[in-house]
């Protein structure tokens, strides 16, 4: 089999060398620790977008529970919204109440 074939939808990191970049005292504590390896370096956490953020799919969301509490507020019943967003009736419970199922039920559902 074809080496890049089996590579095919693999992301390769890009790889810089460390004497290029790294100051020589820090580039010499890090020899010891992992002499000849290669390591991967995380962005920084402040960097870092939370779940969702950047391909808009926390704001879809948000958008439809909202909707979802909307429904419920105007008298819709729960069976009749989940099979509007074609989830469970837990999931609308859930959202509606913002508390967890248990064993399929709900504590202190709404309704």
């Not at 100051?23 to 920084?44: A, F, R, S, T």
Request: proline share 3%; with cysteine; charged share 25%.
């Amino acid at each position: 089999m074809d080496f890049l074939c089996l590579l095919k939808g693999v992301n390769l990191l890009k790889y810089i060398n460390a004497k290029t970049v790294l100051p020589v005292g820090l580039l010499k504590e890090l020899q010891e620790y992992v002499p000849g390896e290669l390591i991967y370096i995380p962005e920084k956490e402040s960097i870092r977008a939370g779940w969702g953020e950047t391909n808009g799919t926390r704001e879809r969301y948000i958008k439809r529970n909202n909707e979802i509490i909307a429904f419920y507020k105007n008298g819709y019943g729960i069976e009749e919204i989940a099979d509007r967003y074609h989830l469970s009736e837990c999931s609308i419970k859930k959202i509606i109440n913002g508390s967890r199922c248990t064993k399929g039920v709900l504590k202190g559902v709404i309704g």
